[in-house]
Every structure is written in structure tokens, then in C-alpha cells.
């Protein structure tokens, strides 16, 4: 079946999705044959992946995946797909935990650094955090806190699989852009960063008419975050229609240059995201609420972006959200 399908899209044949679901399903319930793989998804991605393609990948290891059992109307991830370069400060994971101090239950999805100093895994152990606390944990979190950080590799372990051979690729692959895309829990309301413009339509494809309302955002300066310097591109996904549109951070009086809301060591990113958190007016502060204010108005919390940011700026300047980090610290006490 795999020469077959190599035969197909070397020579740029789109493929249905039944075609990629039972050779993803044979290659995970049987052995896999890695030069082979390695050829198809390499010549997947010179072809093109299509919407019927990535959504096979994305059930396939979804069928596999360490679901978790929790139902909720206001359920949320910030997850991206990392890989943008730019080597920023961890704002995603510092937007959730502010967040997390609104009627919504943030089941943040995420993984050790693998193209950045500093992953929301690294960030969040370096600040004391169990980054793989149990399932009835997580799930008492996500009710009690609002939050749980679901580490990937505990949920996804056919990923196992394919490790060594993405190692050894070393280029991008369709494997880049499934990590959004997999959280096990349920999910009403989605924000995905990506790696570039071409990474967004396909994520936003995927995610259409599978949330109530979503957004898949790449910046003008190649941001996977909802730029503090230049334009971002949204694509807005409510049921099955896509908007386009971009925000500009100016237009609230937000401005900084990318340098300024670089990231470091894990060290120094806990250090930095205690310091937003207890309301220093830096880059980096207005990067997170800026980015929460966003989440907050797609999950409908707030009726538009300022609002987001009033709301944000409120939560972190009352020190709610950094009452929060101390609940989450002392709930998810790492080694407890």
C-alpha cells in the first residue's frame, strides 16, 4: 500500500483520505518501514498537503491518542504549531494562564522546546509545575482551576513511532502542523498560532465546522502569536465559514519591536512571566494581553479585541492572574 501511494504523490497526485487513513492505520498496527515513510512524506510536502490528507494524519493518531473524558461549553487551547524562528518569549502559555482566570477551562496543549529556547513544557516545570500530573489531576484542575497543561507525549504515544524518523528527516513535515490539532480534550473554542501563511489555510481547512469558533493567526513578521510590532493575519472559523481579516496592534496602542519580547533560557522566561504577572508594564506584558484579549473575545468572553484587553490588563493589575500561577503551583506542585 505505501509504494503505492509514494508511486501517487511522486508524482503529484492528490490522495483521497481513505487512501492516507488506512496507511496510516496499517503503518501504526504494523512495522514501519522508515525509508519509505521518509519518501512519502517528503514528497507529500514538495506536492502539497491537502485538507483531505492532513485531516487522515489527524484521525489516524487521534484514533491512537489518550483521550480525556471532560465535557464543557467554554472548553479552550492556545496552542501553535511552534517552528516560527523568531525564538519569542513563551506568550501563549502566559495568555492561558490569565485565561484561566475567566469562566472558560483552558486544557493548554503543549511539548518541550524543540525550535525555541524554551517550550510551554520547560516554561511551566521551571516555574513548579508537574507538567505530567495524572489523569483524575488534570481533570480536577480543568473543573476546579480552569487549567491543566496536557503534556503530548503522554497523550499521543503513536507519535512514538515516527520519532526517530522525523529526527532524521530534519525538514518540516505534514507531523508540524498536527500538534494543535490533537488535544484530547474537546474543544469548543480554539487559537492556533502557525508558521507561516501557507501552515494557516491548512490548519484553518482542517478546523473547519470541527469548533464553535476558532482562529488560526500568522503575523507579518512571521509570528506565531498575534503580533506586538506588525499587521497579523486572521483566519476566523465559525461552523464552516472561514473570515479573513488583520489586526494591528497599534490600533490599541501597542507597539514594540520583536526583539523586545524575545525569549531566553526556561530560567529566565519563568522569570519573565512571574514579572508580567505581577503587572510590570513591559513588551512583554502587553504581547500577553494582547494575545489573551484576542482569546477572549474568540471565545466569547469579551464582544470584541479591546474589550479582550481591557479584561486581560484588568485580570493581571488586580493580581488575580497571579493568584492564579500560586493556585496552579501549589495544585500542580511538581513531585507531588
Known amino acids: 500500500m505505501l509504494i503505492d501511494v509514494l508511486e501517487l504523490v511522486t508524482n503529484k497526485k ?28 517528503a514528497a507529500l510536502k514538495t506536492k502539497g498537503e491537502t485538507e483531505k490528507e492532513i485531516s487522515a494524519f489527524v484521525d489516524a493518531f487521534y484514533d491512537k491518542a489518550r483521550k480525556l473524558n471532560f ?21 501563549s502559555t502566559a495568555a492561558a494562564i490569565v485565561l484561566s482566570c475567566f469562566d472558560v477551562k483552558v486544557a493548554k496543549h503543549g511539548n518541550r522546546s524543540i525550535t525555541s529556547n524554551s517550550g510551554s513544557a520547560d516554561i511551566l516545570e521551571k516555574l513548579g509545575i508537574d507538567i505530567q500530573p495524572g489523569e483524575d489531576k488534570v481533570l480536577k484542575g480543568l473543573e476546579k482551576l480552569n487549567f491543566a497543561f496536557l503534556f503530548a507525549p503522554l497523550y499521543h504515544p503513536a507519535m512514538k513511532k515516527v520519532a526517530n524518523l522525523r529526527r532524521s528527516l530534519g525538514i518540516r513535515t505534514v507531523f508540524n502542523i498536527l500538534g494543535p490539532l490533537l488535544n484530547p480534550v474537546p474543544l469548543k473554542y480554539q487559537v492556533v498560532g502557525t508558521f507561516s501563511f501557507d501552515a494557516q489555510e491548512k490548519v484553518a481547512s482542517v478546523l473547519r465546522g470541527k469548533r464553535k469558533k476558532a482562529a488560526v493567526i500568522h503575523s507579518l513578521d512571521g509570528l506565531d502569536e498575534i503580533s506586538v510590532s506588525k499587521k497579523t493575519r486572521v483566519l ?21 519591536d520583536t526583539s523586545s519580547i524575545r525569549g531566553f533560557s526556561p530560567e529566565e522566561n519563568a522569570r519573565i512571566l512571574i514579572s508580567v504577572l505581577e503587572g510590570e508594564k513591559s513588551p512583554y506584558f502587553w504581547a500577553v494581553v494582547l494575545n489573551c484579549g484576542f482569546a477572549l473575545y474568540i471565545c466569547e468572553v469579551a464582544k470584541d479585541v479591546e474589550e479582550g484587553i481591557k479584561l486581560s490588563s484588568k485580570a493581571i493589575e488586580s ?12 495544585f500542580y506542585k511538581s513531585g507531588v
Request: hydrophobic share 30%; aromatic share 10%; proline share 1%.
Open 236 to 256: 476566523e472559523i465559525q461552523d464552516k465559514n472561514i473570515k479573513e481579516y488583520y489586526i494591528d496592534s497599534k490600533d490599541y496602542g501597542i507597539e514594540f
Open 71 to 91: 465535557d464543557h461549553p467554554a472548553t479552550i487551547d492556545t496552542c501553535g504549531t511552534g517552528g516560527d524562528g523568531k525564538g519569542t518569549f513563551n506568550i
Open 319 to 330: 493580581k488575580e492572574a497571579y493568584l492564579k500561577l500560586k493556585e496552579l503551583q501549589q
Open 14 to 41: 492528490d490522495l483521497e483520505y481513505d487512501q492516507v487513513k488506512n496507511l496510516l492505520d496499517d503503518i501504526l498496527e504494523g512495522e514501519l518501514d522508515e525509508i519509505k515513510f521518509g519518501a512519502f512524506l
